[in-house]
């Protein structure tokens, strides 16, 4: 069975402060890909990456990068320099193959105060 | 806006009723994803079609009941409704390397 592990629930942070959003996932499959989501206070969810297994390479885009370390079975992410905007959750999700019902951690609810 | 429209947004019922939740995917996109947000479950994947096929089930109550048409809309039929069914419904539909939710339908069972 998948699992997903985000242990921070809530992180608070002061704008212009980097946050680092943990996740660890449990898996048996050999392939799987990751992703992460933001739902804002308005409800919707933002999709931000998707990560296949087979490519540990970091990636970064804007304010954001992603740290995936199989080793450890570990995606984490960092938001740069936050602003209020990035008030949030954000969910961690795994899934088996592309187009796979995705297993979701249980979200950190990220606040950026000013 | 990821291109995966719900209707409607809001909801409000009483218990023991019936309600349908309507679903149109990305243009393109064959799959729909049904999907449950609530507080003390979290995010749980209730059922995937595929071109009018059923491709997947989750966690997904015998009272509940999905289907997709021909035009790749889907509807998530909620029957006999309980407190508990209160939640926000997500749809989603897969392309482009990921999976696009819509913005939901919130669902309140007084």
């Known amino acids: 069975a998948q699992k997903v592990t985000q242990a921070q629930t809530e992180i608070s942070v002061v704008e212009k402060e980097d946050v680092t959003l943990d996740c660890v996932y449990e898996t048996r499959d050999t392939t799987y890909y990751l992703f992460w989501y933001k739902q804002p206070p308005s409800g919707e969810l933002v999709f931000l990456i998707r990560?296949?297994?087979?490519?540990?390479q970091n990636e970064i885009s804007g304010r954001y990068s992603w740290n995936f370390q199989k080793s450890t079975s570990s995606f984490n992410f960092t938001i740069t320099a936050s602003q209020v905007v990035d008030s949030a959750v954000y969910f961690c999700?795994?899934?088996?193959?592309?187009?796979?019902?995705?297993?979701f951690g249980g979200g950190t609810r990220v606040l950026v105060k000013p | 806006d990821s291109g995966v429209t719900q209707t409607p947004k809001h909801l409000i019922t009483a218990t023991g009723q019936r309600v349908t939740l309507r679903c149109s995917p990305r243009s393109g996109d064959l799959s729909v994803y049904w999907y449950q947000q609530s507080l003390d479950q979290g995010l749980q994947f209730l059922i995937q079609?595929?071109?009018?096929?059923?491709?997947a089930k989750g966690n997904i109550l015998e009272r509940f009941s999905a289907q997709q048409f021909p035009d790749l809309h889907s509807e998530l039929n909620l029957s006999s409704l309980e407190l508990g069914d209160s939640a926000l419904y997500f749809c989603a539909s897969y392309g482009g390397g990921g999976l696009f939710f819509g913005p939901g339908t919130r669902l309140t069972v007084l």
């Open positions: 079609y595929y071109n009018g096929e059923e491709r």
């Open positions: 999700a795994l899934s088996k193959a592309a187009g796979n019902k995705l297993t």
């Open positions: 990560r296949n297994s087979f490519d540990e």
